[in-house]
């Protein structure tokens, strides 16, 4: 039987003309070498891997025929990658299976996978930067192949229809895509079918999907099928996506992208540093990205994580969430800065536990909060617009940090009646433009052996005046009022303090550098001498302070403290 004497690394043959009877071409047989032309005899059946990788100057390859057609069923792994030269190849309709790597980094300018190729390998035609179109006839094929068309820069068509504009048209048999499957690639348009419905690897959008992750050219996507989850970077940094049209759901007259019913799971950064300009949350969205810890992070830090599902959308102005069981994310829309109004709707929206949900909207200045009864943490941290709020009665918890560096120049509790409010630690830090605030009743705090616990309410309002507390607080703890210096009043609940600025009644404990930074405009009153009588505060509350302390009708000087 005829063999084929490789001729590896061979930079003098130009041509090779194989003679009828040989069965397999070896691997590696032609690789690197400066072949321009080969003639495959009808007798072969398998090019086997690495046959003509790095072949820069092969410009044409014949699959030759004869009376019975021909026998050529394989491409092996990587078998023509890196075949700069080669624009154009013709597979005989024969071909079964296509390898890993088969075509990467080729000159191919379009190409056709016939019929009967029912098996494709991975990175097919990664790298191919001169690639426009690709035709897949085998109804056999279910998965588009991890990073089948990544990096393909000018590609915009797959299975286009006759005489249509090109546009990535997935075909009906294609159930999933596979990881980064069209990532870096130049489509403009992309139609998924009915078949499509776990838009997510292996269907957990807890696994890195990137399917069309760095499309810059990317404006329109269609699913035909009602969609159940969309994995994790999927369209991430596709900064021109603007239309998203879901069966089930719908795009707004203002361009709002309205998600289906049937949406559950959102992987993180699926959506960031996209172009849409509104989006509706669904009412049976669970995951808003993945499950994350970020108790311990700080904001610069948070910035920089890839978690957020619509993270940096900088053309982003409105968001409705109608979601009602949210479970899991974190960051979900953070530095978008062209947010202006957030609306909760819907009285089966009670809880969205995302920590830095719209950290960092500069322009976010309208929020609704309908009927949610808790915030997460740094859920609005530095939106600068934000100016005025107003708490319904129904939002009992406010979280660490909630509203520190904000814009707030007003925050309203009405109708509160006698509901207790927990506030947690720093919830209003940073607002340096809030000059008043009265809260209803406080949720007590509690005090262990260790001392009171971090507190920071106010820490840092500079220009904060006066604050009142409904039914007066037990604690002042650590913080609360450090760096306040315009503060003036502080009224605890129906303490007789109408004649003095800030009265602190019998039992109320004080921690360490709660006055800190009190300028000296300000008086600071007590009902009985903490110092002999009491011992029930930190030693350093008043290290700092400028202002007047008196205790027992006696002015002390606060560095006795």
């Not at 080729?106 to 996978?113: D, F, I, N, R």
């Amino acid at each position: 039987m005829p063999t084929v004497e490789p001729i590896r690394k061979n930079k003098n043959i130009k041509k090779v003309s194989l003679q009828s009877g040989i069965t397999e071409i070896p691997a590696y047989a032609f690789a690197n070498s400066s072949i321009e032309e080969i003639n495959i005899p009808s007798t072969a059946e398998k090019i086997s891997m690495y046959a003509f990788y790095g072949c820069d100057k092969l410009k044409t390859v014949t699959f030759e025929e004869d009376e019975n057609g021909t026998a050529f069923e394989s491409i092996g792994d990587c078998a023509f990658s890196d075949c700069s030269s080669l624009s154009a190849l013709k597979l005989p309709e024969t071909l079964s299976s296509v390898g890993d790597s088969a075509f990467a980094r080729s000159g191919l300018t379009a190409m056709t996978l016939p019929v009967n190729c029912g098996v494709l390998g991975v990175n097919l035609f990664y790298g191919c930067q001169n690639l426009t179109s690709v035709n897949i006839l085998s109804a056999d094929i279910t998965t588009i192949p991890e990073g089948m068309f990544a990096n393909c820069l000018k590609l915009e068509g797959v299975n286009t229809p006759e005489n249509e504009e090109p546009f990535v048209n997935i075909p009906e048999n294609i159930t999933e895509l596979g990881h980064e499957a069209f990532r870096a690639s130049g489509v403009k348009k992309v139609v998924l079918p009915v078949s499509v419905k776990a838009f997510a690897v292996s269907g957990s959008v807890d696994r890195l999907a990137s399917y069309f992750e760095d499309c810059a050219n990317l404006t329109d996507v269609e699913f035909k099928g009602k969609v159940t989850d969309i994995g994790m970077r999927a369209f991430y940094n596709c900064e021109k996506l603007v239309n998203i049209k879901f069966a089930g759901g719908s795009i707004g007259s203002d361009g709002t992208i309205v998600l289906p019913d049937t949406l559950v799971n959102i992987g993180s950064a699926a959506f960031k540093n996209c172009g849409i300009s509104g989006v509706e949350l669904p009412v049976n969205l669970v995951k808003l990205g993945g499950s994350v810890d970020l108790s311990l992070s700080t904001p610069d830090t948070v910035a920089t994580m890839n978690i957020g599902v619509f993270q940096n959308c900088q053309n982003l102005k409105k968001v409705t969430i109608k979601s009602k069981g949210i479970t899991t994310g974190g960051a979900a829309f953070m530095n978008c800065d062209a947010l202006e109004s957030v609306t909760f709707g819907g009285t089966a929206v009670k809880k969205v536990p995302v920590d830095y949900m719209f950290a960092s909207c500069d322009k976010l200045a309208s929020v609704n909060f309908g009927s949610l009864t808790e915030l997460p943490r740094r859920a609005f941290y530095a939106c600068s617009s934000l100016k005025s709020i107003e708490i319904p009665t129904s939002l009992l918890k406010i979280g660490e940090f909630v509203f520190s560096d904000c814009g707030l120049t007003s925050v309203s509790f009405a109708k509160w009646g006698t509901r207790q409010l927990d506030l947690g630690r720093g919830a209003f830090k940073g607002c340096s433009a809030l000059t008043r605030i009265d809260l209803p009743n406080m949720k007590a705090i509690s005090v262990t052996v260790s001392g009171t616990p971090e507190c920071e309410w106010f820490m840092d309002c500079s220009l904060l005046e006066t604050v009142t507390f409904k039914n007066g607080v037990n604690v002042l703890g650590k913080n609360i009022f450090n760096g306040c210096s315009a503060l003036k009043t502080v009224k605890l609940g129906n303490a007789d303090s109408t004649d003095v600025g800030i009265y602190i009644p019998e039992n109320v404990i004080i921690g360490n550098y709660a006055f800190n930074g009190v300028g000296e405009g300000a008086t600071i009153t007590f009902e009985t001498n903490y110092y002999y009588t009491l011992g029930v505060w930190d030693a350093n509350w008043a290290s700092g302070c400028k202002a007047t302390i008196v205790m027992d009708n006696v002015i002390m000087n606060p560095y006795l403290f």
